[in-house]
């Protein structure tokens, strides 16, 4: 059953267990014919072990970072402490429903509350809204504010948002639904802001710029000062993308670079839960002038009661009631547990890890910007590749058993490998997988062809990538297995 569906492994007749069941009248609970099923519903018929087999073959084949290390650079896949779990599961927190009358919630509502604060200090802004469901939601409702703001001050001929072409694929999306125009800027040889550049392109017309420091290249953006009044000046706003803050915490801070509005991602910076298409959580905060935009409701407390209220001029709700409230515990307690110390001390691992492997891998992997990372780097490719490219480098790391690092972004380096092994490895976790990134680079010389039919050991071998993704196969035909 290990390669199968469930109903691949149906056999007529076959149970795991019986409910009992009971005869209804009719006349006392009448049903539209309309609404009965012309025919019971086609469920797989297997036994309790054959169940219990199914499902636990599946759940091995995932990989996490309860499984091992997880190093997608600009991901942040850092270890989700349990004890996050264990307060998110608390019964009164977990029973808790938005439409509970206040006096209820009293104890819900300061949590929000409290992490508002506990935000608004790690990123020096002046107010924060929790209510955005990830990231990208957080980016569209941080240019919706600037937005919001430029239209309050009559400034309607601004229409354009300045981003890196280095920036995440999220921003000129997110640029593009807040109804500006997306202007590229190109980085310099050093992998930052080309400043002469950005002179040519500031104008009258550009509401804002949008920046990640340090930079989806792991490189602190060290004019960050200097570009910041270069944006004032022309009365633009400055969005930080916090998608890097696990470089930052406790050492610097959107607000002293010159922000006005941030995103954090709670799942990246904060260790909740990450992927899987579960809930997420991207709160936005910003500088006292555009507080009276943000998102609603936002929790305030008058030294008596915790009470939710929108801002005088807010750009509305972003997400239905409070938010993903389950997630706002995961961060909350990882916040306390930390502490300021605890946060700071984090990030110099995260910015540690990731130089040790950096220098580490630098002799059998290009290396394009020489100077000290932060949380991440990007390798370009193999030094002496023969053949092989950054995507058989990605599928020989399946087979010795580790998540591959992301590839082939940022968009301009060639070849990329993007690392970020997060502080969540130890010494023996680091080495293990520079070891395999250098058996592999060994590989490629010797026997590339390992690398080219790789991954073997995986249950699905390499695909057709391009034909996946243009013609997925995304349903099952159950009619198949019926009867």
């Given amino acids: ?59 091995n084949k995932n990989y996490g970072v309860d499984t091992g290390m997880y190093p997608l650079g600009s991901c942040t896949m850092k270890y989700n402490p349990k004890i996050n779990e264990v307060a998110a599961s608390i019964s009164g927190f977990q029973k808790c429903h938005p439409l509970m009358p206040q006096s ?27 209510q955005p469901a990830a990231g990208s939601q957080g980016e569209l409702t941080g240019l919706m504010m600037i937005k919001a703001y430029h239209l309050k001050h009559g400034n309607v001929h601004k229409c354009k948002i300045i981003i890196p072409d280095s920036a995440h694929g999220t921003n000129p999306a997110s640029v593009t639904m807040a109804g500006y125009e997306t202007v590229e800027i190109p980085s310099n040889e050093q992998g930052t802001i080309d400043i002469d550049a950005l002179k040519e392109i500031l104008d009258e017309q550009v509401a804002g710029l949008m920046l990640t420091n340090p930079n989806t290249l792991g490189l602190f953006e060290k004019d960050i000062k200097k570009i910041a009044d270069m944006v004032h000046d022309i009365g633009g706003l400055l969005y930080y993308d916090g998608a890097n803050m696990n470089a930052n915490m406790g050492i610097t801070r959107p607000l002293e670079m010159g922000f006005d509005v941030v995103h954090l991602n709670l799942h990246k910076t904060l260790s909740t839960p990450h992927g899987g298409g579960g809930p997420g959580s991207g709160p936005v905060g910003v500088v006292e002038d555009l507080v009276d935009f943000l998102p609603g409701p936002i929790v305030s407390f008058d030294g008596k009661r915790y009470e939710p209220v929108m801002p005088k001029s807010s750009i509305g709700h972003v997400k239905t009631f409070y938010g993903n409230f389950g997630i706002y515990l995961r961060a909350y307690v990882y916040l306390h547990m930390m502490g300021n110390k605890g946060l700071k001390f ?24 020489k100077d000290i990372c932060k949380h991440e780097f990007v390798l370009q490719g193999l030094k002496q590749p ?11 790391l399946i087979d010795l058993g580790y998540h591959p690092p992301t590839i082939y972004f940022p968009l301009i380096v060639e070849q990329a490998l993007m690392v970020e092994p997060t502080e969540s490895e130890s010494l023996e976790s680091l080495d293990e997988y520079i070891e395999a990134l250098l058996q592999i680079a060994g590989e490629a010389k010797s026997n590339p062809e390992l690398l080219k039919e790789a991954p073997r050991s995986a249950s699905v071998r390499r695909l057709d990538e391009v034909a996946v993704a243009r013609h997925p196969k995304l349903t099952i035909d159950l009619e198949a297995y019926d009867g």
């Fill in 386 to 396: 023969g053949d092989c490219v950054t995507m058989d480098v990605a599928k020989r």
């Fill in 104 to 130: 209820m919630v009293q104890g819900s509502l300061r949590i929000i509350y409290e992490l508002q604060g506990l935000l608004s200090e790690l990123t020096g802004m002046s107010a924060i809204s929790l």
């Fill in 1 to 59: 059953m290990k390669d199968t569906t469930i109903y691949e492994a149906s056999a007529n007749g076959r149970t795991g267990y019986t409910f009992d069941t009971y005869e209804l009248d009719d006349s006392k609970w009448p049903v539209e014919a309309t609404l009965k099923r012309p025919k019971p519903p086609l469920l797989p018929q297997v036994s309790e072990n054959q169940v219990v087999r199914h499902y636990t073959n599946l759940s």
């Fill in 346 to 369: 984090a990030s110099e691992m995260a910015v540690l890890n990731a130089n040790y492997m950096r220098v580490r891998l630098e002799g059998a992997y290009k290396l394009p910007y």
